[in-house]
């Protein structure tokens, strides 16, 4: 038993690790494309809620979920409560998700009645 | 249930969580501090319950690591449910949410049964564990590792 214990513990650490890891998802983008995609839709739903505030955009009769910036980047890029509502028009420049069946984007810049709001300037090229 | 959680996404704590997102940041990190004192003080009990560091006496090591672990729970919780308001609907529908909260149901039982069980006194005063103690140190291990796994986990969903 005195042996068998600190393995017990430490396979269980390595495999919490593992899991972790393989779940890698919405943060950073390695799940998604590395160039950008330009989509255009109207709005359905708006939150600023964090720890990302997104929208629901209807894309040509599908439904799109939109990844913001982080809750800061979002407020400095401009976006706040009040910049738009369901029913507008709105442009995305963002990273689509690897995963081609699911209708998923990050943003790093929207466009909203000719009014670009970047979220990630720095990846926006030229 | 629909209506509890679309109440508790518009009520004060919510809006000003998404108003400021420094005021977020801060109770987020309110949250893992919590955490970090829950399990930071409860891992170490449940080894030395498992016959580790036997050089520590559980007499003094029992009720200190308790009290600590149950400040950390007393923080836990609020700043949880707080930041739970946010997006109360969408982490109702998480499963990894849902998993976290079955987890945590199991840990904070059999935390109160270890601490009502009358052996556990018997514990601390001969510092050493009889088998059933140990089993409920173990699966105390297990849940609340399992917690932070799942925790980590909704956002990854």
Redesign the interface.
């Given at each position: 038993?005195?042996i068998t214990?600190p393995h017990v513990?430490l396979a269980?650490?390595c495999a919490?690790a593992l899991?972790?890891t393989a779940?890698?998802?919405?943060?950073g983008w390695s799940w998604a494309e590395g160039e950008l995609s330009e989509l255009t839709g109207t709005i359905q739903e708006i939150?600023?809620?964090?720890?990302h505030p997104s929208l629901v955009v209807d894309i040509d009769g599908e439904v799109w979920q939109v990844d913001l910036g982080?809750?800061?980047r979002t407020?400095r890029s401009g976006f706040v409560?009040g910049s738009a509502e369901a029913g507008d028009e709105v442009t995305i420049l963002g990273n689509r998700s690897l995963d081609e069946n699911e209708n998923l984007i990050k943003a790093v810049r929207i466009t909203i009645d000719g009014k670009n709001f970047d979220m990630y300037p720095e990846r926006i090229e030229g | 249930m629909p209506d509890l959680l679309k109440w508790l996404s518009g009520s004060i704590v919510a809006q000003a969580l998404t108003t400021s997102p420094t005021l977020y940041l801060f109770l987020n990190a309110a949250h893992i501090l919590s955490i970090g004192l829950l399990v930071g003080a409860i891992l170490p009990l449940d080894l030395r319950l498992l016959g580790f560091f036997r050089r520590v006496p559980l007499a003094v090591l029992g009720p200190f690591l308790s009290r600590c672990a149950q400040t950390g729970a007393a923080f836990a919780i609020p700043t949880g449910i707080m930041l739970f308001t946010v997006r109360a609907g969408e982490y109702a529908g998480n499963p990894a949410f849902l998993a976290k909260i079955g987890i945590l149901a199991v840990g904070i039982t059999n935390a109160v049964l270890l601490h009502t069980t009358a052996p556990w006194q018997r514990v601390l005063a001969q510092g050493s564990a009889p088998a059933s103690i140990r089993l409920m140190a173990a699966l105390s291990l297990v849940t609340w590792i399992a917690a932070v796994v799942a925790g980590r986990w909704i956002g990854f969903v």
């Open positions: 038993m005195g214990r513990v269980g650490f919490s899991l972790a779940a890698a998802a919405h943060h939150s600023f809620a964090p720890p982080n809750p800061n407020q409560q | -």
